[in-house]
């Protein structure tokens, strides 16, 4: 490849990268994702990583099964933490596949069961390939089920509230509503994954991979939501999102002067 064939080159990527900067930032979480919770998995056998776990544990629970903090405190964190419980998330997601139907947007509505079925079966299965034991009893503040790793609040919370956030960002034009939507998202997932650390119900190498491979999961069913789209754009065929008339807005009558 010539001098002047390598400048044209990198100057159409620089071109696609400009115009599908939301696909490639996608693209690029789902592969960050992906990598770091390989590097999770590999640490948390390593002694490094039991070592770091046991010393976050510690921290959060100076006194097992008496997370640090006011006794508010640990009330807050067991109500938060039933947010990215499957029952809450289920009827969450019930609503909201609800609502997207009668906006007639069918291929969000779709998109979001099988984000969260899948993210069942994803953590089912990760944690059922793992198989490693939760944190020693006297620290679970909250009654666990199966297996530790990864965290099944965070990975859940992840895909559905980033996946929800990541649609409701299309209601909203400018971009600070955007950015917000998409924060509160993320905090909601932040906040359930440290609640089970400080609940004792998870290792913190639990949760950072749930994290991770729930942002990669989400990311990867936007790209493809990104790519049916773009291919209705062309070919108005096949399930898609509808756009909806706005409502008609009633005519008012002129105020009077001295009303």
Not at 156 to 161: A, D, G, I, K, R
Not at 193 to 198: A, D, S
Not at 203 to 225: I, N
Not at 240 to 250: C, K, N, R, S
Request: one cysteine or more; aromatic letters at 10%.
């Amino acid at each position: 490849m010539t001098t002047e064939q390598t400048i044209t080159f990198f100057r159409r990527m620089l071109r696609i990268a400009r115009t599908e900067i939301a696909a490639v930032s996608a693209l690029f979480v789902v592969a960050l994702g992906i990598m770091t919770f390989v590097e999770v998995a590999d640490d948390m056998t390593e002694a490094d990583g039991q070592a770091f776990d046991h010393a976050v544990l510690a921290w959060m629970q100076p006194v097992a099964g008496e997370p640090r903090g006011p006794w508010w405190l640990k009330e807050a964190a067991a109500d938060l933490t039933s947010l990215g419980g499957i029952s809450v998330l289920a009827l969450f997601a019930v609503i909201a596949f609800v609502f997207l139907l009668l906006q007639r947007k069918h291929l969000s509505a779709l998109l979001l069961v099988v984000g969260l079925a899948g993210g069942v079966a994803l953590s089912e299965g990760l944690k059922a390939m793992f198989g490693r034991e939760r944190p020693p009893l006297d620290f679970q503040a909250v009654d666990t089920l199966n297996a530790s790793f990864p965290s099944g609040h965070a990975l859940l919370s992840t895909v559905f509230y980033l996946t929800l956030g990541v649609m409701l960002t299309r209601a909203f034009p400018r971009a600070h509503l955007k950015a917000f939507v998409l924060g509160a998202s993320l905090l909601i997932a932040l906040l359930i994954g440290l609640t089970r650390v400080y609940l004792g119900a998870h290792w913190a190498t639990d949760v950072f991979a749930g994290w991770c491979a729930g942002a990669a999961w989400a990311m990867a069913l936007w790209l493809v939501a990104y790519a049916v789209g773009r291919r209705q754009a062309v070919r108005d065929k096949g399930l898609h999102d509808e756009v909806l008339p706005p409502e008609p807005v009633a005519d008012t009558p002129p105020a009077v002067i001295g009303e």
